[in-house]
């Protein structure tokens, strides 16, 4: 099984060489993309196998001993959230070639460099390799958002650039502090090290990690780049973008405090992520555009997975992983969606686009049933997932965050409604600028989507096996023996 976690990683890579030699052809390097993802879709479905019978999976690449090397790990947390991620790749990537937003040629491998980057930023067992994976995953997602290369996408996509290559300066500058102070960057030996540093040195080595990894995830106060970034690159990229960067940053601020073992931070966590629900929700209900009602949510949303950390507990880190499991598809096939309206309308405006209910009903029905799951109405995923949070709020006695977390969700559905009611609803208008009035031409773009709503109802059906595993994953976050003994005793 330990061969699979080098593959998760070479496979797309391999695949981007191959996309960039054959950048001529466009018709072979969608078929070099497809192969390529469809493989690692493969290769996550038979690594998440594995993990769940056998327990965590390590290798030391080059076969250095750790902590020396590069260390690549695959517990449940880091299994399941490959393979939701690779499936929603694989959506986005069928709508993009349906969109034909890829017909710049340096799209494929681009797009290939970003998922080998995000399945290395799940399987990182040390932080320099999380920091490389990190950059990797960066450096793709600066030539695709300014893809189009307009006006607004170059502004946005500048600050977009400006924002992270701060953070990623503070994230190096972090890493040599916990080298400094530890002598080892290996997550395995960290655990025992860094339990040996003196209180006040560890909870100022967590803020600071949580300070980057917040940038990255967008949580309160560090989203501003976030809502200017999104809505101006290419559909396609703002899904897979909406989908999975910010929810990389999620892992690595649950993967980094659980190494770190600070609960003392709990408090704190759970103001911020209070916070992030609600200023996230009430900008989403001042927006009059689909796609910045959706850049708002997805800070909003991101206050619910940090709520689980900050609660600390089984039930808490269980809510939060399932949350995350949940949310990458949800919020993809939302921008979808929003993909799909501007294919018909010409815009997603609330005011310049409507009655696309009686004009294109397949559509109405595709943002319906993800939009209700977001608003966390049973019985689809996302009640199961906002249900386990406020459980494991109520069983911690944190009233505050859980009654928070009620009115955001109350929020969230009113805001869903307003998108209903502004571009579904009313009388039918003619499409604006170059938007299609039909989907005749977007049987692929249609297709993509309605598969990605498939796989979220599949989350909502199979969520009871799911949250198992989702609990499983947690009581490991909180007892990292088997995860050490993987690494540092194979």
């Not at 940038?215 to 899904?239: C, E, N, R």
């Not at 909406?242 to 966590?269: H, M, N, S, W």
């Not at 799909?340 to 010409?346: K, M, Q």
């Not at 309605?450 to 499983?472: K, N, Y």
Request: charged content about 10%; aromatic content about 8%.
């Amino acid at each position: 099984m330990t061969v699979l976690l080098p593959l998760a990683v070479v496979v797309p890579l391999v695949g981007a060489a191959l996309a960039l030699v054959v950048s001529g052809s466009r018709p072979v390097q969608r078929a070099v993309s497809l192969v390529a993802v469809t493989a690692s879709v493969g290769i996550a479905v038979a690594l998440l196998v594995g993990v769940e019978s056998d327990g965590t999976a390590a290798v030391q690449v080059g076969a250095w001993p750790a902590p020396l090397g590069i260390t690549l790990v695959a517990d449940l947390m880091a299994s399941l959230f490959l393979l939701v991620s690779v499936l929603t790749v694989f959506f986005v990537l069928v709508f993009a070639i349906g969109q034909g937003a890829d017909s710049r040629g340096i799209f494929h491998p681009c797009y290939l460099v970003l998922t080998a980057g995000v399945s290395a930023s799940f399987l990182a067992g040390d932080l320099f390799n999380l920091f490389v994976a990190f950059e990797i995953m960066l450096i793709a997602s600066y030539v695709l958002i300014t893809l189009g290369a307009t006006r607004a996408q170059v502004r946005s996509g500048m600050s977009y650039v400006v924002v992270n290559l701060t953070a990623s300066t503070l994230f190096v500058t972090a890493v040599a502090f916990v080298y400094a102070a530890t002598g080892t960057l290996n997550m395995a030996d960290l655990v025992g090290r860094f339990a040996e540093l003196p209180d006040p040195l560890r909870a100022a080595i967590g803020l600071v990690f949580l300070v980057v990894f917040g940038v990255k995830a967008a949580i309160f106060p560090l989203f501003g780049w976030l809502p200017d970034s999104y809505p101006t690159a290419p559909t396609s990229v703002t899904a897979v973008f909406a989908g999975l960067l910010t929810k990389v940053g999620v892992y690595a601020i649950i993967r980094t405090q659980t190494v770190f073992d600070l609960p003392e931070l709990g408090g704190f966590v759970l103001v911020v992520a209070g916070l992030t629900m609600v200023i996230g929700v009430l900008g989403a209900i001042a927006q009059d555009d689909m796609k910045r009602i959706l850049s708002f949510h997805i800070i909003s949303q991101i206050g619910y997975m940090i709520m689980g950390l900050g609660l600390y507990s089984v039930a808490g880190l269980a809510g939060a992983v399932f949350y995350v499991v949940h949310q990458i598809p949800v919020k993809t096939v939302l921008f979808l969606v929003g993909g799909l309206v501007e294919h018909v309308g010409g815009s997603g405006a609330l005011a310049r686009v409507g009655g696309l209910l009686h004009r294109v009903p397949v559509v109405a029905v595709l943002f319906l049933l993800p939009a209700l799951s977001l608003a966390g109405i049973p019985p689809f995923s996302g009640f199961v997932a906002k249900l386990a949070l406020v459980d494991a709020g109520l069983s911690g006695r944190e009233w505050v965050i859980v009654a928070i977390s009620l009115a955001a969700s109350i929020l969230t559905l009113v805001s869903m409604t307003k998108i209903w009611s502004g571009l579904f609803w009313g009388e039918v208008t003619e499409p604006v600028r170059d938007g299609t009035g039909s989907l005749r031409s977007a049987h692929l773009m249609v297709a993509a989507t309605a598969g990605a709503v498939v796989l979220t109802l599949a989350i909502a059906v199979a969520a009871g096996p799911l949250f198992e595993l989702s609990e499983r994953a947690a009581v490991e976050l909180l007892d990292l023996s088997p995860y050490v003994e993987a690494v540092m005793d194979p």
